[in-house]
C-alpha cells in the first residue's frame, strides 16, 4: 500500500515538474520579447524585481517559506536576464567572500561575478564600464559602518540602485580536525572583533590572532598552515577543502551585513524605498540640529546618521543620512530641498528599493 501511495507522489511530482519547466520557458519568451522591445537599453530594473519579489511572497501560501520562494524566484529572473545579457557584478575578493554571496543572493547564478583586489578597485571597475554594477559592505549589525565603502560614495559618480542584507555565519575553520596545536588564527579584522568572546573562551590566550584583507584570504593561508586556523564562512570553507571545526562562532546571533548595489542608473519607486544623501554643515554650534529639523518637519523617518571626517579641513565631517520613502515623494522631496537650503553639500546617492529578505 505505501508503496502504491509512494509512486502516486512521484508521478503528480513528474507531472509539476513537466509543467514547471514549460511554464518557465513561457516566462523566459517573455523576458527575451521585453528585452527587444528595449532595444538594447537598461535590461535590469531593481524596482521590477523587487515589486514581483514582494508580490510572490504575499501571494505565497506555503510550505516553502517566504525567504525561499524569493531565492527561486530570483534565480528564476537572473537566467532570464542572462538570456538578454549576463550582468557583470564587481565584489570584494577573492572568491569565497561574503561580499560574494552577497552579489549572488542579489543577482543570482546567471550573473558574472568578478573578484576584487579592493573597494577601491570594484568601484574603478564600474565607474569605467568595465563592469555593471558593484557589490559593496556598508556596514554590519555589531561593528558597525564600513568607512572605506562610505568615503567612496562621497565622489564617485556612482548611485546607489539596490541593497542586500546578509545574515553572517562565522565558522572556524581548518586542514586538519581539532584545536590542538593551533598557533594562529586569521581572518578579517572585523570577524575577528565579531568573534571576540568565542575566541577567548575557546582557544589558548597564546594563540595570535592576524588580521588579513579577506575572510578568504584567511581560508587561503589556513590551508596552507596545519598550525593555523581561519574564520570565514561556508563558500571558503568549501573553496580551500577545509574541516568546519565549529560553527556559528560569532558573539552576536543576529549578526548581519547590510551591502549596497551600485551602477549608473536612476531607479523608480517600489512603494517600499530608501533615500540616501551624504550632507555637511557649517562648522558652528547647532549646525547638525538645523540640518536635522526639515527632515522630522516633513514627517520623514531617518533609519541611519553616520559621520565621517570630511578630509577637506581639520574636524570637518560629513553626515551620511538613510530616509525611509523614495526621492520623488512629496515628502521626501520637501525634505531635500529644505536641507539643501541649510547644508553647505549635499548629494544624493540614490534611491532605490529596500532589500527583499
Known amino acids: 500500500m505505501s508503496?502504491?501511495?509512494?509512486?502516486?507522489?512521484?508521478?503528480?511530482?513528474?507531472?509539476?515538474?513537466?509543467?514547471?519547466?514549460?511554464?518557465?520557458?513561457?516566462?523566459?519568451?517573455?523576458?527575451?520579447?521585453?528585452?527587444?522591445?528595449?532595444g538594447g537599453g537598461v535590461i535590469y530594473r531593481p524596482e521590477r524585481e523587487a515589486q514581483v519579489l514582494r508580490r510572490i511572497q504575499d501571494l505565497n501560501p506555503g510550505p516553502l517559506p517566504d525567504e525561499a520562494v524569493a531565492r527561486l524566484f530570483r534565480e528564476v529572473m537572473s537566467e532570464?536576464?542572462?538570456l538578454e545579457k549576463p550582468l557583470s557584478i564587481a565584489f570584494l575578493g577573492p572568491e569565497g567572500t561574503f561580499s560574494q554571496l552577497a552579489a549572488t543572493k542579489h543577482f543570482g547564478?546567471?550573473?558574472?561575478?568578478?573578484?576584487?583586489?579592493?573597494?577601491?578597485?570594484?568601484?574603478?571597475?564600474?565607474?569605467?564600464?568595465?563592469?555593471?554594477?558593484?557589490?559593496?559592505?556598508?556596514?554590519n549589525s555589531t561593528e558597525g559602518a564600513v568607512g572605506r565603502t562610505l568615503d567612496l560614495m562621497v565622489t564617485t559618480p556612482l548611485k546607489i540602485c539596490g541593497e542586500v542584507v546578509l545574515r553572517i555565519h562565522h565558522h572556524l575553520l581548518r586542514k586538519t580536525p581539532g584545536l590542538a596545536g593551533i598557533r594562529r588564527v586569521y581572518s578579517h579584522a572585523?570577524?575577528?572583533?565579531?568573534?571576540?568572546?568565542?575566541?577567548?573562551?575557546?582557544?589558548?590566550?597564546?594563540?595570535?590572532?592576524?588580521?588579513?584583507?579577506?575572510?578568504?584570504?584567511?581560508?587561503?593561508?589556513?590551508?596552507?598552515?596545519?598550525?593555523?586556523?581561519?574564520?570565514?564562512?561556508?563558500?571558503?570553507?568549501?573553496?580551500?577543502?577545509?574541516?568546519?571545526?565549529?560553527?556559528?562562532?560569532?558573539?552576536?546571533p543576529n549578526n548581519t551585513t547590510r551591502f549596497l548595489v551600485l551602477g549608473f542608473q536612476d531607479v523608480g519607486a517600489t512603494g517600499k524605498d530608501r533615500t540616501s544623501i551624504v550632507v555637511s554643515a557649517p562648522n558652528r554650534p547647532g549646525a547638525v540640529h538645523q540640518l536635522l529639523a526639515p527632515i522630522a518637519a516633513s514627517g520623514v523617518s531617518m533609519s541611519k546618521f553616520e559621520s565621517r571626517p570630511s578630509r577637506a579641513g581639520l574636524w570637518d565631517y560629513v553626515f551620511f543620512i538613510d530616509l525611509e520613502g523614495h526621492c520623488s515623494e512629496?515628502?521626501?522631496?520637501e525634505a531635500l530641498e529644505a536641507l539643501r537650503a541649510r547644508a553647505s553639500y549635499v548629494k544624493?546617492?540614490?534611491?532605490?528599493?529596500?532589500a527583499v529578505i
Open 3 to 38: 508503496d502504491h501511495l509512494l509512486k502516486q507522489h512521484r508521478d503528480a511530482i513528474d507531472a509539476i515538474d513537466v509543467d514547471i519547466l514549460h511554464l518557465l520557458n513561457q516566462r523566459a519568451l517573455h523576458a527575451r520579447e521585453i528585452g527587444e522591445i528595449k
Open 80 to 82: 532570464c536576464l542572462a
Open 109 to 139: 547564478h546567471g550573473a558574472h561575478v568578478v573578484a576584487c583586489s579592493s573597494i577601491d578597485e570594484a568601484f574603478r571597475m564600474v565607474e569605467a564600464r568595465t563592469l555593471d554594477y558593484v557589490v559593496a559592505p556598508v556596514e
Open 190 to 252: 572585523q570577524s575577528l572583533a565579531q568573534c571576540h568572546e568565542w575566541l577567548n573562551k575557546n582557544l589558548p590566550s597564546e594563540v595570535e590572532r592576524v588580521s588579513v584583507a579577506s575572510n578568504a584570504e584567511a581560508a587561503r593561508l589556513a590551508s596552507l598552515d596545519p598550525t593555523a586556523a581561519a574564520i570565514a564562512g561556508q563558500a571558503a570553507a568549501e573553496r580551500f577543502n577545509l574541516e568546519k571545526l565549529a560553527g556559528s562562532i560569532e558573539d552576536e
Open 330 to 333: 512629496p515628502h521626501v522631496a
Open 348 to 354: 544624493l546617492l540614490g534611491s532605490y528599493p529596500q
